[in-house]
């Protein structure tokens, strides 16, 4: 068996066809009633590629995703990726505005959607953004809606496709190819395309699914969502590697998911540490069957040592790991090993992966061993570049091949990275980064709003939210109320600033930046006068 998956595999379809012919019959997806073998997801695999093929997807085309964790994600996905594709997969918690500027970014050729996902018409979201290059929209689930085709009708165009032309086009497919574009926001305040290849995703996975000890028959209980790295490439990518069950779970509840676990005999669990922390507060915990758990990964936020002791102690995971990576490096970065104590497992992200260089540097370049400085990273899972923005691009990566991360860390005499800071400004809202710029920049479409700055604030319950300052046009009037209802239409729901305070003027430096550590202390002062 070749140990680098990049070099056996090559693209994510061939992933798919090598697991039809070594775990064939055997469960790979487990989605309520759904149930799919490997051979399952293989046809379903193929089918949608000949139905991509017909409606005239090429080989480098775009085709987007804006759907919950489901099995059709992965059929649909996998299916563009053997026609040549590559997949553009957006949040669920989406607004149109968001959707429509990522769908026009990427030049999306083809979209695959539902619609009833959180009371959400995702088609009618679009309707009134221009997006030329959009041809085809697909809805797996829910109503069509004009201008759209249904799954069924949609996968019946591709009968009309041989299948030595689906075979031709994934034998086309080379490790260097484009396999996704995953947007992520900086401090533009517009999100930009990561461009990701098939190599890096199957060389890093096969590696950190080794360090995690994914094997065959595990059954794997994938809370975070497909649209990001975790859910899709460390999520149901790596089942399909190693012949594990894929769970997929819409929403988290801490009660439903106990009772998957319990139902499916879940084996692995990732998920951020309010999952845990949910799970063990759970007053009727003992009466569940729990016992099948053997693995969990988090990360993601500040990890309690408690918490760390707590699900060895009160859980049955003989495997607790967590890590730190960023999606400009395909997600990876660090991670920590089985054997790690509760203390390095919680205040730390671990050493590098196999092959990957990590550093923590000063301004000047020089490494740093007890110090902070920003982390950086060298090596294969190093992203191709942003899409169409050599500039932003030149910014993250230097001459030397580092990307600069923009995350602050201190690294030890063991090699194990802590993350202490952001340069960014950057927070996390229950798992899902928020960035500021950005809500600032939607918060700038309000009629009423002249100038906006967003920072995140402490919550008990999602870890972290956005409060915003805000400074209104002449003559406009704007309650906190009003700009947050007015939020949850134009933003996700995890952006939407939980707090409003309006201004008459900002905090700036000399050069007209907005001074977010003086925000940061008024929110202080505010909240601890409440």
């Keep these: 068996m070749n140990e680098r998956g990049d070099l056996r595999w090559g693209t994510i379809p061939r992933v798919v066809d090598d697991a039809a012919r070594r775990f064939g019959d055997a469960e790979a997806i487990a989605d309520g009633d759904v149930r799919l073998s490997f051979n399952d997801v293989y046809q379903g695999m193929r089918a949608a590629a000949a139905a991509y093929i017909a409606t005239g997807i090429d080989r480098g085309d775009a085709v987007a995703i804006w759907a ?9 996905a996998t299916g563009a990726q053997a026609a040549g ?55 797996f689930e829910g109503d069509v809606g004009d201008g759209a085709i249904g799954w069924d009708d949609f996968l019946a165009r591709g009968t009309a496709v ?65 649209h990001h790295s975790f859910g899709y490439k460390a999520g ?25 676990v319990q139902k499916e005999r879940i084996t692995v669990l990732p998920g951020p540490p309010t999952l845990f922390q949910s799970i063990l507060s759970l007053t009727d915990l003992a009466e569940y069957d729990v016992s099948s758990l053997r693995v969990a990964l988090t990360g993601a936020a500040a990890v309690p040592v408690e918490l760390v002791r707590r699900m060895f102690d009160e859980l049955p995971f003989e ?52 110090e902070p400085g920003e982390v950086v990273i060298r090596g294969y899972s190093v992203m191709r570049g942003y899409l169409d923005d050599p500039e932003a691009t030149a910014a993250a990566i230097d001459g030397d091949g580092w990307l600069h991360t923009g995350d602050v860390g201190v690294v030890d005499e063991q090699g194990n990275v802590r993350i202490t800071d952001r340069i960014k400004d950057m927070f996390i809202a229950g798992g899902f980064n928020a960035y500021p710029a950005e809500i600032e920049n939607t918060l700038c479409f309000h009629p009423a709003i002249a100038q906006a700055a967003v920072i995140g604030v402490p919550d008990e319950r999602l870890g972290e939210v956005a409060m915003a300052f805000v400074i209104l046009r002449p003559g406009a009037e704007l309650t906190e109320d009003e700009l947050i209802a007015w939020s949850r239409k134009e933003m996700a729901n995890f952006k939407v600033p939980r707090y409003v305070r309006v201004v008459d003027a900002l905090p700036l430096n000399a050069t007209g930046k907005v001074l977010k550590y003086e925000l940061r202390e008024l929110a202080a002062k505010d909240r601890a006068g409440a």
């Design 68 to 76: 919950p964790n489901c099995w059709q994600w992965i059929v649909a």
């Design 85 to 139: 594709a590559h997949i553009v997969p957006l949040n669920t918690r989406f607004k149109g505005r968001e959707a429509a500027y990522i769908l026009q970014k990427s030049g999306v050729r083809a979209l695959v959607t539902l619609n009833g996902f959180l009371d959400a018409d995702y088609v009618a979201m679009l309707a009134d953004f221009d997006l030329p290059k959009l041809d085809t929209i697909v809805v």
């Design 162 to 226: 041989s299948a030595d032309a689906v075979s031709e086009r994934i034998g086309e497919g080379k490790a260097t190819d484009l396999s996704d574009v995953m947007f992520t926001s900086g401090t533009t305040g517009n999100p930009k395309g990561v461009m990701l290849e098939h190599g890096q995703a199957l060389r890093a996975y096969y590696d950190w699914s080794s360090i995690l000890t994914i094997r065959e028959g595990d059954r794997y209980l994938i809370v975070n969502p497909f």
């Design 236 to 260: 149901w990518m790596v089942c399909l590697m190693h012949g594990a069950t894929i769970v997929p779970v819409r929403m988290f509840d801490a009660r439903s998911a106990v009772e998957m």
């Design 319 to 370: 495997v607790i790991l967590t890590g730190y990576g960023l999606t400009e490096a395909t997600a990876t970065g660090t991670v920590t090993r089985p054997g790690d104590d509760a203390e390095t497992i919680a205040t730390t992200a671990g050493r590098p992966f196999p092959d990957l260089e990590v550093r923590v540097v000063d301004a000047d370049g020089t490494p740093l061993v007890g």
